[in-house]
């Protein structure tokens, strides 16, 4: 059984920046053909897809959020880190990592094994 475990500050002051770690077990993030995503809930506001870092190590990010986003990992310890700079209250929401086998879902059913979250809120 795969499991995803978000790990990382809950309180962010504005204009820092956000890194979060996703721990996998179960499953081989270099060799298990998924796309290890970050995903996102404001509050009072649906899923917001970040971006993945792939099996094979490339990067996609939402166009949104592309030039504040970045994905790596370390495959030494299974796992993959979101970083978010220059955040702003507009920031705050509850933070997912998760998995899918399809690198261009477009529906968040496609995926199949989410963390618990973790939320994470911007403030001074």
């Known amino acids: 059984q795969v499991q995803l475990q978000e790990s990382g500050p809950g309180l962010v002051k504005p204009s820092q920046t956000l890194s979060l770690t996703c721990s996998v077990s179960?499953?081989?993030?270099?060799?298990?053909?998924?796309?290890w995503s970050w995903i996102r809930r404001p509050p009072g506001k649906g899923l917001e897809w970040i971006g993945y870092?792939?099996?094979?190590?490339?990067?996609y990010y939402s166009p949104s959020l592309k030039s504040r986003t970045s994905i790596s990992r370390d495959t030494s310890k299974n796992q993959f880190t979101l970083q978010l700079s220059s955040v702003t209250p507009e920031d705050t929401a509850v933070y997912y990592c998760a998995r899918t086998p399809d690198p261009v879902a477009t529906n968040f059913d496609e995926y199949d094994f989410w963390g618990q979250g973790t939320q994470v809120t911007v403030s001074s």
């Open positions: 179960g499953g081989s993030i270099s060799t298990d053909v998924y796309y």
């Open positions: 870092i792939g099996y094979t190590g490339r990067t």
